[in-house]
Every structure is written in structure tokens, then in C-alpha cells.
């Protein structure tokens, strides 16, 4: 199930039509894992999205519009989607760790375009009792190049996220009962911020066929590298792939 988080990044690329638009695709995902021993081979999946005049579904994500129907204008959504963590116990190396399971995040995100660039946050709570943590981010995306016509687009962005403490813990810490069954000290995680990186683009080769590549750096923060579960201090994600809109 880790493999469909990033199909969301993959999605963000592709311009909201003024009208109902399908795409269907094919996408090459690789991915690094910070846990101790943990690694995470390249993987091919199928995608799926949709955008309409209301509701944006991509993959694991599904927003539904409150406001800023058309495409350069401000857009309050609520949004419904899964977590960008998780944590599959393989490695012997951490032993007596218990697996660490994808939530279902509710709330509202805000999309802000301007002439620089666009700006958007987003605010969630837990709504699957796994941790009953929130996440929060704020993100900007620019248009570095592109072609007259924009057959061809290449973008970069930035990010800050949060999370709190219950969020951090879950998916970071060691508890008393991990470290009772395992070599590692008990280790709690407060609310944290950190940092990103995106660069990505799409070419587009005619009215249906999209190639599209993404790419994103994550800068972990202190109180995670920290963690006696936690191999290293940042994670990259990137995508590759082929869609076809109609």
C-alpha cells in the first residue's frame, strides 16, 4: 500500500481542466525507507484519476470543492486521503518493532495561485483511530520552464509540514512494550516540523498521451533522525510515467 502515496505527487502535475476529464496511466515508482534495515525496491503500478468542476479524485486522495470552481481561482476543499507513512516490519535489524499501519486523514485544503507560483496548505486529523495525530503542510510550486504552447512543463517546489506529537510517535517512537521486546531504548516523539523539496514536470506528446516525472526530497526532522528506529535523515521519492486523458 506505500507504493499508491506517491501517485498523488504524480497527479499534481497535470493542469485542473474546465470540464470532466479521466486519465488512466501507468507509473514506475522508487522510494528510500528511513527505518533501520528497511529497503524498498522500484515498483510499477497502475493509476487512476479523475477531475470535475467539484470533485478531484487521484489515487488515494479524493477532494471535494467548497469554493474556486474555475482553474486560476482561490479553492477551499475538504479533503480525504491516506497518510505518506507507513512502516511493513522486514528487517531483523528491528525486531520486536511492531508494523506500523496507514491512516485515513480528514480535513480541508486551500489552494492559493498567484503570478509567482501556487500556494497551498492543508490541515488533517487522523479518522481512522491509529494515532489520532494531525498533519499539516504548506506547499509552493512554481513553473521553472515550460514551451509556448505548454507542451512541455518543468516545475519545482517547497514544503513544510507538521506533525504532532501523537502523528510522530506513532510512526517514529519506540513504546514501552517495543522496547521491552526489542534491543532498543523507549523513545517518544513530540510535534515536529520539516522540510522538503520537489522538482517534476510533464511532456505533453499529444491532446491524450502525458508522459510526467516527479521527484521529492524530504529533510527528516531532528527528534526523528534521533530515534533509535531510524537509519537515516532524509527520504526521496520519484516517479516516472505514461497517462492517457479523455
Given at each position: ?15 485542473t481542466p474546465a470540464y ?128 509556448d504552447n505548454r507542451q512541455?512543463?518543468?516545475?519545482a517546489g517547497a514544503q ?87
Open positions: 500500500m506505500k507504493k499508491l502515496i506517491i501517485v498523488i505527487a504524480a497527479a499534481t502535475l497535470a493542469s470532466a476529464q479521466w486519465s488512466y496511466g501507468v507509473l514506475g515508482i522508487g522510494f528510500s525507507m528511513p527505518y533501520k534495515g528497511e529497503n524498498s525496491d522500484p515498483i510499477i503500478v497502475p493509476a487512476a484519476m479523475y477531475e470535475g468542476e467539484r470533485i478531484i479524485w487521484r489515487g488515494p486522495s479524493l477532494q471535494y470543492k467548497l469554493t474556486g470552481f474555475e482553474q486560476d481561482e482561490p479553492s477551499l476543499r475538504v479533503s480525504l486521503e491516506l497518510a505518506p507513512n507507513e512502516l511493513e516490519v522486514e528487517s531483523s535489524e528491528l525486531s520486536g518493532i511492531e508494523d506500523r499501519d496507514f491512516s485515513l486523514l480528514a480535513g480541508f485544503r486551500y489552494i492559493y495561485p498567484t503570478q509567482f507560483g501556487r500556494f497551498s496548505a492543508v490541515f488533517q486529523t487522523d479518522a481512522t483511530n491509529k494515532h489520532n495525530g494531525q498533519r499539516g503542510a504548506i506547499n509552493f510550486q512554481r513553473v521553472l520552464f515550460q514551451d512541455w512543463v518543468i516545475t513544510v509540514e507538521y506533525l504532532s506529537g501523537n502523528y510522530a510517535d506513532y510512526y517514529f517512537g519506540v513504546s514501552a512494550t517495543e522496547a521491552a521486546a526489542s534491543n532498543f531504548t523507549e523513545y517518544q516523539v513530540d510535534d515536529i516540523w520539516q522540510g522538503g523539496l520537489t522538482l517534476g514536470g510533464y511532456y505533453q506528446f499529444n491532446k491524450n498521451w502525458r508522459a510526467i516525472i516527479q521527484t521529492r526530497y524530504l529533510k527528516l526532522a531532528d527528534e526523528v533522525t534521533d530515534s533509535p528506529i531510524i537509519d537515516d535523515n532524509h527520504t526521496i521519492n520519484g516517479i516516472v510515467g505514461i497517462t492517457y486523458q479523455f
